[in-house]
């Protein structure tokens, strides 16, 4: 019985309404969009009796366990009366017919794949797994998605990959990497410039701590001149950046003139 009770100048005013029996109110709603819940009131399992024989799932784990003989090897137990009144309790039955056993879960639709029905295969929701009957979310991880040295994480219906260092992308397939590229150096150790000779190395040096260094990233080339130009190092002497530093520290100034031309052709050469 539904009461309101309204506040009036101080008095209260009650206003009770017609209540109705159950089954009288289970009248009005609409039957468009059943569930197996449904099947456990007697009146709509009655009118829904098919139904609630292939879709009350509570009312078979319920019941076939309580059979005094359980159905032997390729049948299962299904509710073959699923509505319970007074005149006929829930009764169950054995079936070779194992989509009866409701094998398919979170909401995966069953099909029998032969005639005798001792078989099936289950359609899964998106997202589950069909191997498990669809009781698993599927591990779209297993084919290893992603690409160089990320990890996979899985997720329902997706996944997402924790990319490393200089790569990004949905399946760390971009590679940001600032090359990769050949760079020479060329440093004027003449008389003109030999007391800027140690800024120059800071600068080199600075410079290559910040590049992956490798036949498939930076290779570094020094070149130094006066008169004539001198090849410290090639693009492809060293490998590593311990090794290129260790090189340019022996860099020295001269007493002699600058020809820069030479120089730079040799640059042209090297790379």
Sequence with gaps: MYQKVAQNKGSAIKDTRLSINHREAKSFLTRTRRSAYDCTDEYWCEENIQYCTQHFEEGREEYCPKRSTPCGSGTTCYLSQPCYNPVHPIETSCTEDLCMSFPCENGGNCSVINATHISYTCACVSGYNQST???????????????????????????????????????????????????????????????????????????????????????IAVITFGREPYVLFDLDDYTNKTDIIQAIDFIEGKEEGTLTVPALQKAVEVS
């Design 133 to 219: 009957d669809c009781a698993t979310d599927y591990d779209e991880c297993a084919s290893n998605p992603c690409l160089n040295g990320g990890s996979c994480g899985n997720h329902f219906n997706q996944f997402t990959c924790n990319c490393t260092n200089r790569f990004e992308g949905i399946i760390c397939e971009k590679d940001c990497r600032p090359g990769p590229a050949d760079i020479v150096f060329v440093i004027d150790t003449s008389s003109s410039l030999k007391d800027d000779v140690n800024r120059s190395i800071t600068f080199i040096r600075k410079f290559v701590d910040k590049l992956p260094i490798g036949v498939d990233d930076f290779q």
